[in-house]
């Protein structure tokens, strides 16, 4: 099993339409987590990051959930700008150092 | 405060070359991490050095090499380029390995092996 799972995608998706992604992790020490955006051929950016309560940011909302070991990504009334590869990394204490474990990403078109 | 800048943007190299990758890390940062993406993937992580020591490698065999300086600026060496090895190269750093705030990256070497 990898350690961090994506729903496959595409999606594509209509402006103004609601969409979430959903990403597992295996490593069930994992400390925190975050979502990133990347665009076509650029780095990625953090989006946010997501913290046990739940958070917000806009229209963008992150859920996690440490007995499931899952992570979601919602996006409301979204716009084409959204267009975008959606990244889950979560931060793993392996042996011989910490990092960044990033997932195969998720990649959202939203159509005019 | 200058961002994490990575050079060159683009290189094409010879299969059996080698191959060396800079990164400047954020002014005040002392963690550089390195991550390889391949088309199509997620990026996977190489090693990371923490204050010019090795802090943890990824599943990278030992031509992957790297090294950190007194300015914690980095390099990332690949010896004996394989086909494969084409890929966008990241550099992201950080204040200190207990990074809970998520990390900057730089926009990153596309390397094209041929």
């Known amino acids: 099993r990898k350690e961090v799972e994506q729903d496959p995608g595409p999606f594509n998706v209509p402006e103004g339409a609601t969409v979430a992604f959903n990403c597992t992790y295996s490593n069930s020490a994992s400390q925190s987590f975050f979502w990133y955006r990347q665009d076509c051929r650029k780095e990625p950016k953090l989006l946010m990051s997501v913290y046990s309560s739940g958070n917000e940011d806009g229209r963008f909302t992150a859920q996690l959930n440490r007995a499931s070991q899952y992570i979601s990504l919602l996006i409301r009334d979204s716009k084409l700008s959204d267009s975008a590869t959606y990244l889950c990394?979560?931060?793993?204490?392996?042996?011989?150092?910490?990092?960044?474990?990033f997932g195969p990403g998720t990649r959202l078109s939203v159509l005019p | 405060e200058t961002g994490v800048t990575q050079s060159p943007t683009h290189l094409i190299k010879t299969r059996g070359q080698q191959v060396t990758l800079r990164c400047s890390s954020q002014?005040?940062?002392?963690?550089v991490s390195w991550y390889q993406q391949a088309l199509g993937q997620g990026p996977q992580f190489i090693f990371q050095y923490y204050r010019e020591e090795e802090n943890g490698r990824g599943n990278f065999p030992p031509r992957f090499s790297g090294l950190q300086f007194p300015n914690y600026s980095s390099e990332l060496n690949v010896n004996a380029l394989e086909l494969d090895d084409s890929a966008l190269y990241l550099c992201?750093?950080?204040?200190?390995?207990?990074?809970?705030?998520?990390?900057?990256f730089g926009s990153g070497t596309r390397l094209t092996v041929v």
């Open positions: 992201a750093s950080s204040l200190g390995v207990q990074e809970v705030w998520g990390y900057t």
């Open positions: 002014s005040g940062h002392n963690t």
């Open positions: 990394v979560v931060n793993m204490r392996q042996s011989g150092g910490q990092n960044f474990v």
